[in-house]
């Protein structure tokens, strides 16, 4: 079972190989300075068969790893635990705690070289986060934290630039709303659709169109609130607006496509206005769409 790193310039997908690759792919630097770059481990001695299905396999350009080549290994660890740099370029993600904080004016601190799968299964991190779940936020006030939305409430009480959780108890309880409907009826769907296509779970065609139908109907729903309104709550961007749009940017990159897209105008242009803030494109960089939504 052969190992191949695979660089492309073009935003080409590998969907229809998907089913006879494992490996990890992944978009590395911000804008328009950016590169998709990963490993996959292939079927047999000879890769191009199952790669060459792919209509944009040209796109890339691939050539075998050795593991027991030191440089070959790292890259391929590197790839496997997101945390791949190619000329200066890094691992990109939604990076949602850092947008609250950069909306609200919030300043935090993070550790730059820290290296998932690796420092999260050291003793020092799991004293303070026993799952070792990513993120983990030390707050000044010696609480730990862990769970993404979690922190991201915590540094949104903080804010001064924005009222991120609402002004009255009725917007905060809208912010909680949404930031709930978010993770149930979108981000939920997506992961499960992801782990049945990559093989994390045994795939049944039932079961990718029950939840693929399910986020069709919480778009829709999106959709129709979004009618009528800029941002989801107020006239400001909340933290709801923040974890929506990042749970959007995953959607958008990789399964909801350009059909559906056309489908839900309001939900595309809120999750650009969110986007294009000037501090979160900042940290968000590139919006990246999918042409087309992936099968098995």
Same mark, same amino acid.
């Given at each position: 079972?052969?190992?191949?790193?695979? @660089?492309?310039?073009?935003?080409?997908? +590998?969907?229809? /190989?998907?089913?006879?690759?494992?490996?990890?792919?992944?978009?590395?630097? =911000?804008? /328009?300075?950016?590169?998709?770059?990963?490993?996959? +481990?292939?079927?047999?001695?000879?890769?191009?068969?199952? #790669?060459?299905?792919?209509?944009?396999?040209? /796109?890339?350009?691939? @050539?075998?790893?050795?593991?027991?080549? =030191?440089?070959? !290994?790292?890259?391929?660890?590197?790839?496997?635990?997101?945390?791949? @740099?190619?000329?200066?370029?890094?691992?990109?993600?939604?990076?949602? #705690?850092? &947008?609250?904080? *950069?909306?609200?004016?919030?300043?935090?601190?993070?550790?730059?070289?820290?290296?998932?799968?690796?420092?999260?299964?050291?003793?020092?991190? +799991? &004293?303070?986060?026993?799952?070792? !779940?990513?993120?983990?936020?030390?707050?000044?006030?010696? #609480?730990?934290?862990?769970?993404?939305?979690?922190?991201?409430?915590?540094?949104?009480?903080? *804010?001064?630039?924005?009222?991120?959780m609402g002004s009255t108890p009725e917007e905060a309880a809208q912010?909680?709303?949404? #930031?709930?409907?978010? @993770?149930?009826?979108?981000f939920t769907n997506v992961r499960i659709i992801n782990n049945l296509?990559?093989?994390?779970?045994?795939?049944? !065609?039932?079961?990718?169109?029950?939840?693929?139908?399910?986020?069709?109907?919480?778009?829709?729903?999106? =959709?129709?609130?979004?009618?009528?309104?800029?941002?989801?709550?107020? =006239?400001?961007?909340?933290?709801?607006?923040?974890?929506?749009?990042? $749970?959007?940017?995953?959607?958008?990159?990789?399964?909801?496509?350009?059909?559906?897209?056309?489908? $839900?105008?309001?939900?595309v242009r809120f999750y650009e206005t969110v986007a294009n803030q000037?501090?979160?494109? &900042?940290?968000?960089?590139?919006?990246?769409?999918?042409? !087309?939504?992936?099968?098995?």
């Amino acid at each position: 079972m052969p190992s191949r790193r695979g @660089e492309g310039r073009e935003p080409g997908r +590998l969907e229809t /190989s998907r089913k006879h690759l494992f490996g990890s792919m992944g978009v590395l630097g =911000e804008a /328009s300075n950016s590169v998709i770059a990963g490993c996959l +481990l292939a079927r047999g001695p000879d890769y191009k068969p199952v #790669i060459d299905v792919a209509p944009d396999w040209e /796109s890339y350009d691939f @050539e075998p790893i050795n593991v027991d080549n =030191e440089a070959d !290994k790292a890259y391929f660890e590197a790839a496997l635990a997101w945390d791949l @740099e190619i000329d200066g370029k890094k691992w990109a993600d939604g990076k949602n #705690i850092q &947008a609250a904080a *950069a909306i609200g004016g919030v300043q935090i601190e993070t550790v730059p070289d820290f290296k998932l799968y690796v420092d999260n299964k050291k003793p020092e991190y +799991l &004293a303070k986060f026993p799952l070792g !779940k990513i993120p983990g936020f030390e707050a000044q006030s010696g #609480i730990n934290l862990s769970e993404t939305f979690a922190i991201a409430r915590y540094i949104a009480k903080f *804010a001064k630039n924005y009222p991120l959780m609402g002004s009255t108890p009725e917007e905060a309880a809208q912010v909680d709303q949404w #930031i709930s409907f978010g @993770e149930a009826e979108v981000f939920t769907n997506v992961r499960i659709i992801n782990n049945l296509l990559n093989g994390n779970l045994p795939y049944n !065609k039932a079961i990718d169109n029950f939840y693929r139908e399910r986020n069709t109907r919480a778009l829709k729903y999106l =959709e129709s609130h979004l009618a009528t309104r800029t941002f989801l709550i107020t =006239e400001r961007i909340t933290l709801a607006d923040i974890s929506i749009a990042s $749970i959007l940017k995953s959607g958008f990159s990789w399964l909801i496509g350009a059909s559906e897209r056309a489908t $839900i105008p309001n939900t595309v242009r809120f999750y650009e206005t969110v986007a294009n803030q000037p501090v979160i494109k &900042a940290i968000w960089g590139e919006l990246i769409y999918v042409d !087309k939504s992936p099968q098995y």
